[in-house]
């Protein structure tokens, strides 16, 4: 189930996003991102597609899009789970 998120998006508030790409993908795309959790399922026609959940911020999900696409991978979905909790409340 997904969070809703309660406040605005900013360029640097962490939020946890959801990516999902065609393909298989190891877990040392985890390294890549601190905490990112990496799994592999199969669509109805038994084809791979990587899930990609991690959180950070807009500079690193530009990074993480950039570097699927320079590996030539398209873009199935991507997702904003939940917002971090602001500086202000942590």
């Not at 959801?18 to 199969?42: F, N, T, Y």
Request: proline residues 6%; contains cysteine.
């Amino acid at each position: 189930m997904m969070k809703k998120v309660n406040h605005k998006l900013s360029l640097d508030r962490p939020t946890t996003y959801q990516i999902k790409v065609p393909g298989h993908l190891d877990a040392r795309w985890a390294e890549w991102v601190e905490k990112m959790i990496v799994s592999v399922d199969c669509e109805e026609n038994g084809r791979p597609v990587t899930t990609l959940i991690g959180t950070m911020d807009q500079a690193g999900l530009q990074g993480l899009l950039r570097r699927l696409y320079a590996l030539g991978l398209p873009l199935i979905s991507v997702n904003i789970l939940a917002d971090s909790p602001s500086r202000e409340q942590a």
